[in-house]
Structures are given as C-alpha cells and as structure tokens.
C-alpha cells in the first residue's frame, strides 16, 4: 500500500489549502481503513486533522481546532482523497500528511511541506 | 502542548536499553489502543508498535511496547546508532473524539 500527495507548498493567507492523496494498493471505500490527514509542526507537534471512512456510508470525523475550516473528501473514481482547509494563516504553515488508520496509523504519505504567505 | 506526555529526550550507550514514557488519561491511554512510531528527519514518521505491544512485520524484536492503565511505555534493547531518532506515541481520544499524540521523545545514542 502506498499513498502519494500531491498538491501546492505554498499558499497565500486567507486562501484556501488543497491537497489530495492517491491511494495505490487499497481503497478509499475499504470497510476496514480509514483515511486521514495529520500536520505537523515545530510549534504543535503532530496534529491530527480529521478522517474519512466508509462504513456502508461515508463519515468524517475533524478536530474541533479546525473543523469550521477543514473538508475531507473521497474521490472513489480516482481511489483517491482530498483535505481542503480555508481561510489560512501562517499558523497553518506545517509539513502535512495524508494517512491510512488500520487499527494504527500505519501508511504514511510522503508529506507537503506547506507555506503560508503572502 | 500535546495530549499525551513524552520525555523530551533518551540517551544510553550502544547496546544499552532505553524506554519511553507516554502518560495520558482515562479517555485516550485509559481505553484506547496505543501505537509508536518513529522519524527520522525529513521523512514521515514510520509505524513501530500498534495495538499496545505488536509489531508490524519487519520491525525487530529490539522495540516493545508495554501500557499499563493511562500509561504506556516503549522499549529499545540493544542499542544501535541507526536508532537515533524521534519516537511518538499515538491513539485515540474517545471524550475529544480525536486522534492524539505526544511531543516526541529524542533518542540519542552515546
């Protein structure tokens, strides 16, 4: 299983952050995974973001630092899932990570370092 | 800041053991499974224990893991210099409903 991210390091405040995360190996609509997003940074260490998962329908699940800014989606047609978070900061610049959770975070992303400024 | 609490660092000798506290509460340690991982620099940490005390496949018996009430502990017998390395610890908060980490501890080899 591998996951592949992809998506812009640098993003302008008050913009939105958009990364997706192409699953190889595995599927999104798999009824035993699910998939995250998590940063990290100096500051806040590792910071899980929220998820998404397929239980005979979709769920997501999101931090409460967060979750009037953030959106998981699954893309089923490219096995494949996105993290979309607005209105940015720079205390959102951080390495950012896409996850599988098999009962652990036990695939890992390769990381986006992601900037935000101007 | 983080849920859960790490030592900042470890040292020992090579050859040596070394363990890592992690301390939480009753909503996460306390009823939760806890997973460790480890990270080098610039890569993505890397899953090491789940499940309180298994071992994914290819990890050497050298690393355990242990918990006991809202506690946890990882274990590294026989220290190696290619262990040097930043380990978390890892779970679930069932009363936050969110996953948790800790700061990370930073293990140094003498």
């Known amino acids: 299983v591998q996951l592949q991210q992809s998506g812009p390091g640098l993003v302008k405040p008050s913009q939105t952050l958009s990364l997706t995360c192409a699953i190889s190996g595995d599927s999104v609509s798999s009824d035993s995974a699910a998939w995250n997003w998590i940063r990290q940074s100096p500051s806040r260490g590792l910071e899980w973001l929220g998820r998404t998962y397929y239980r005979s329908q979709w769920y997501k699940d999101y931090a409460v630092s967060v979750k009037s800014r953030i959106s998981i989606n699954p893309d089923t047609s490219k096995n494949q899932f996105s993290l979309q978070l607005t209105s940015v900061t720079p205390e959102d610049t951080a390495m950012y990570y896409c996850?599988?959770?098999?009962?652990?975070?036990?695939?890992w992303g390769q990381g986006t370092k992601v900037t935000v400024s101007s | 800041q983080s849920v859960l609490t790490q030592p900042p660092s470890v040292s020992a000798a090579p050859g040596q053991k070394v363990t890592i506290s992690c301390s939480g509460t009753r909503t996460n340690i306390g009823t939760n499974f806890v997973s460790w991982y480890q990270q080098f620099p610039g890569t993505a940490p890397k899953l090491l224990i789940y499940?309180?005390?298994e071992r994914p496949s290819g990890i050497p018996d050298r690393f355990s893991g242990s918990k006991s009430g809202t506690s946890a502990t990882l274990g590294i017998t026989g220290l190696q210099t290619g262990d040097e390395a930043e380990y978390y610890c890892g779970t679930w908060d069932s009363s936050l409903d969110v996953g948790v980490f800790g700061g990370g501890t930073k293990v140094t080899v003498l």
């Open positions: 996850a599988r959770d098999y009962e652990s975070f036990d695939i």
């Open positions: 499940d309180n005390n």
